[in-house]
């Protein structure tokens, strides 16, 4: 079958198996390797990616449900040379190590901030509960997201 | 004593040397630019898949594998005849055992590996393996292994000749016995607990996976793997492949997290270079998530008998007698002549009188394994022992468990300390560091808390663990992995401008090496870390070591690295005496730079020596040119790290679900190179435990199917299942490593699960009598304890 996708702000067509999963698609068909796969049931969020602007686990999503919707990855975190504030606070806050959930929990914590720019802990700790990350204990990731917080605001108000 | 709280923001800090330097390695993380195993692509490349066994123990009769040969995007499907005819049907593992590669007589665990298909898109041979049929003959499998020695047991391993029972491996003894035994008919209070340490799973997010790359027409094999020792493999594949170890290259890229589970050699990755020696091209295969869980590396599994005595308000002795159960191979990780790996450190942190252990191993229907999952060899269990059988001594005292602690530590006068089981502890100072974590914790606080909750119903318990962990194996004279010490490279090259190289056998799984041993070179020849690359994970470029697990990397080979850096500095000095018109000794350094004793102004930096070293003007007598420099470090001994660790956790009395309010770690590791890793470390380790302790389970039901053969049943902590971690430090240095560090990586997955498993009976003790529970303690598991009908975890 035939799908039309807008990955990162680019449409493309293509002909795709109708059981593709999104993340082969993602990985295989356009080559976009940063959305990672880890499990096979939905429960580690190492392929998250959004979708008209919200998380989708893209292990359990078939591409041909995409079909002209808008699919945002980690490699469009960055734009034009600039770093995502959630990027940064990851840096920052030594809130990866492996790097292995890392896509899938910028993306997850991305989708949080549009939502709700000012998040407590324990909201960041809800929205991120869908992603397992065997490395960090969370603590610093959710200092990542706050401090990611921080800064978008303290931008806005200078803005 | 300093206490790490919230990270502060150290946008800042740049340190040339120790201290907080942000991650080179974030950079491409961040961008989602890591190179993981599955994310290479080779022209040409085909795709493996693996058939695996429905049952625990069956007979093979026949594999038909004719209709997954006629699907169109199939090559080839491989089985153990074909395998035969290559020699690779069986291969080593690391405990002097033999694996299946491919099951040709019987199947001996649910998921063993039984045929592989080669196909040109994972979705085909996917799609191919169920066209394979198999007939089997159902066989009784063997699941509980205390009934693996019984008389009327089926005999597992009837490949081996001579093997007549399950006995996979001998009762092994350390301690006293003797000894033991006087202790015990001295002492005034006698405790004895049945402890289990149920079967659980690294389960790294990233699976195991390989790509085998054989070209026929040099005879050179390529090797993609995410594993922690790709010297070792690469020995391992030359043996079992007949290949020349000079022509196999194996390249660890970027690794999703490791754990131990990537210590092994799989039958998949055999399968796969078999499947490239076949067709010619790249093979790419990688585990699914049950694989994974079902087949790979498991951890623990240790089924313990136990007594604990006390003599004055003193611990004074312990014996432990275990089953461990290894599976159907015996894969067990661990140094060859330890082969219930470091267990006997299971006295612990205490001045005992004397102590004893037994382990034998048996064979049963489950998967291999027995890796160290975040721990040194069998040092996870030891302390969940010995801090279990503290607790439950303090029970039967009424005395305050860290009290007793403090009653039985080894004092910090008494280093070098000889244990009774034979270790010999490098340094301590076990109190203080149990008072550091009191005071965060405000102990007293907490008990007048927990007395009012108390007084209300509610169920509030407060849990203590304090463990020596002995890591950084280790010395050539005690210990080697199939022969080969385990020893581990460093090679520094300093070029013409200053910028150096520095190429090392560890092989990072996300601990952050490419920053922290920069660090090292950074402290010792004071030039910028961001001038130092880290070259490791590719066996072409890198010096011959054993890789990253137990803890080694900052142990072994971050002593290498500062070794190596010192004998730079040492040939810098000769070099700089040349310059400076001026004898050697009349040198001396500050970092970064040699100068005249007594006249400051006179002194040649690093990156000026550098210069000189690679250019035409002389060079001291007899010396080479060039600055660089290699060595291979042995360690004269493991390091010691330890922590003092308290949980507070609630118990609902109506859901008996466990939440773990607070988690107060300190630690003691020595000397810390980016306290910002070692931070890190920590929190990573403590989830971990909190997984093992209330969560995570591998079980199997009576037919040795596995119960936990995904994440929806395996089930691993969440941000909501974690607290925000308390962590505390005090600073030890190690006596015998060269920048005084112990290694930290998996202090916090071995101290933490006690400390858990003790707040949850502290709290239910009083109210319910509960005095023992075994992990994970799952709501149902709780509440059945509460009900005073506790379940063993099989």
């Not at chain 2, 019987?106 to 045929?115: C, D, L, M, S, T």
């Amino acid at each position: 079958m035939n799908v039309t996708i807008t990955v990162n702000g680019r449409e493309a067509s293509h002909e795709i198996e109708p059981r593709l999963l999104l993340v082969h698609y993602l990985r295989e068909t356009l080559d976009l390797t940063g959305t990672h796969w880890g499990c096979d049931t939905s429960n580690c969020g190492a392929c998250v990616v959004l979708m008209d602007g919200q998380p989708v686990k893209s292990c359990t999503i078939l591409a041909a449900m995409c079909d002209g919707h808008e699919i945002r990855t980690v490699e469009d975190l960055e734009r034009d040379g600039k770093l995502d504030p959630v990027q940064e606070g990851f840096h920052e806050r030594h809130a990866l190590q492996c790097g292995f959930c890392t896509p899938g929990m910028q993306m997850t914590a991305r989708a949080l901030l549009d939502e709700n720019p000012d998040p407590t802990e324990h909201e960041i700790r809800t929205a991120i509960s869908g992603a397992i990350c065997r490395c960090t204990g969370y603590k610093n990731i959710v200092s990542a997201v706050r401090w990611a917080a921080e800064h978008e605001a303290a931008t806005k108000q200078g803005a | 004593m300093a206490i790490a709280e919230n990270l502060p923001s150290t946008t800042t800090e740049r340190p040339i040397g120790f201290g907080r330097l942000k991650r080179k390695e974030d950079a491409r993380f961040i961008r989602g630019a890591g190179t993981y195993l599955d994310d290479i692509k080779l022209p040409g490349m085909v795709y493996g898949a693996v058939l695996r066994s429905p049952y625990a123990h069956a007979r093979i009769l026949s594999i038909d594998t004719s209709a997954a040969l006629a699907h169109p995007n199939v090559a080839a499907v491989v089985t153990a005849k074909d395998l035969e005819t290559l020699g690779l049907a069986w291969m080593p593992t690391i405990s002097y055992d033999t694996q299946a590669v491919l099951a040709g007589d019987k199947v001996r665990f649910q998921g063993q590996e039984v045929a592989f298909v080669i196909a040109t898109d994972e979705y085909s041979a996917n799609d191919a393996l169920a066209l394979i049929d198999v007939e089997y003959d159902p066989l009784p499998p063997v699941v509980n292994a205390r009934k693996a020695l019984d008389e009327d047991a089926p005999l597992i391993r009837d490949d081996k000749s001579g093997q007549r029972d399950n006995l996979a491996s001998p009762t092994w003894e350390a301690g006293d016995e003797a000894a033991t035994d006087a202790a015990f008919a001295e002492a005034d209070t006698v405790v004895a607990r049945d402890i289990i340490y149920p079967r659980c799973h690294p389960a790294p997010l990233e699976t195991c996976g390989i790509i085998a790359d054989f070209n026929p027409q040099t005879g050179q094999l390529d090797i993609y793997n995410g594993n922690q020792a790709p010297h070792a493999h690469r020995t391992v594949y030359a043996h079992v492949a007949g290949l020349a170890e000079h022509m196999i290259r194996i390249r660890c890229q970027d690794i999703g997290g490791g754990f131990g589970n990537k210590v092994p050699v799989y039958p998949g990755y055999v399968c796969a270079i078999a499947g490239s020696i076949v067709a010619g091209v790249p093979v790419k295969w990688v585990e699914n998530r049950s694989e994974n869980l079902m087949s790979t590396g498991f951890a623990r599994d240790y089924i313990m008998k136990s007594e604990i005595c006390a003599k004055d308000g003193k611990i004074t002795g312990l014996r432990v007698d275990v089953i461990a159960d290894h599976g159907a191979f015996d894969s067990t990780a661990q140094p060859t002549k330890f082969p219930a790996g470091f267990f006997h450190i299971v006295c612990g942190s205490y001045d005992l009188q004397a102590s004893h252990v037994k382990v034998k191993a048996v064979y049963t229907n489950k998967a291999p394994g027995g890796v160290a999952y975040r721990c040194s060899f069998r040092i996870t269990e030891a302390v969940y022992l010995v801090e279990r059988m503290v607790d439950a001594l303090a029970l039967e005292m009424q005395v305050d468990p860290i009290d007793l602690r403090m009653n039985s530590f080894i004092g910090s006068d008494q280093f070098p300390y000889e244990t009774t089981t034979g270790w010999t502890y490098d340094s301590g100072d076990y109190a203080k560091t149990m008072c550091v974590a009191m005071e965060i914790a405000d102990y007293a606080g907490l008990r007048r808390e927990q007395a009012e909750k108390r007084a209300r119903g509610e169920l509030m318990g407060i849990g203590v663990s304090f463990f020596t962990e002995g890591v950084g194996a280790g010395p050539r004279k005690h210990m080697d992995i199939l022969g080969l010490s385990m020893n581990d490279g460093a090679d520094l090259r300093v070029h013409p401008s200053g910028k150096a190289v520095v190429s090392i056998s560890a092989q990072t799984q996300g601990q952050g090496h490419e920053t922290t041993f920069a660090q090292i070179v950074a402290e010792e020849l004071g030039i910028p870390p961001e001038d130092v690359e880290v070259r490791h994970g590719d066996t072409d470029k890198s010096p011959y070591g054993l890789g990253t697990y137990g803890s080694r990397s900052t142990p072994v080979s971050g002593a290498a690295v500062a070794v190596v850096s010192r004998k730079v500095r040492d040939k810098a000095r000769a070099i700089a005496a040349t310059m400076l018109e001026t004898r050697p000794e009349d040198l001396a350094w500050e970092k970064g730079r040699w100068f005249v004793k007594g006249d400051p102004e006179q002194g040649a930096l690093i990156e000026d020596i550098a210069e000189r070293a690679y250019s035409g003007e002389a060079m001291p007598a007899g010396m080479e040119g060039g600055l660089d420099a290699q060595v291979i470090y042995d360690p004269p001994n493991l390091t010691y790290p330890y922590g003092a660790y308290i949980a507070v956790v609630d118990v609902d009395p109506d859901t008996a679900h466990v939440t773990v309010r607070r988690f107060i770690a300190v630690d003691d590791c020595g000397v810390r190179i980016n306290p910002m890793v070692v931070d890190g470390q920590i929190h990573g380790g403590l989830a971990e435990g909190i997984g093992i302790a209330l969560m995570e389970l591998i079980s199997f039901d009576e037919e040795g199917n596995c119960l936990n053969s995904s994440f929806m049943d395996y089930l691993i902590p969440t941000a909501l299942e974690c607290p925000d971690f308390e962590l505390g430090e005090t600073v030890t240095p190690c006596p015998h490593h060269p920048i005084g560090a112990k290694g930290i990586g998996e202090s916090p997955n071995v101290g933490s699960p006690p400390a858990i498993v003790n707040a949850v009976i502290d709290a239910l003790y009083e109210s319910h009598g509960v005095d023992h529970i075994d992990m994970p303690c799952t709501p149902a598991r709780v509440w059945a304890a509460m009900q005073g009908r506790p379940q063993p975890p099989q």
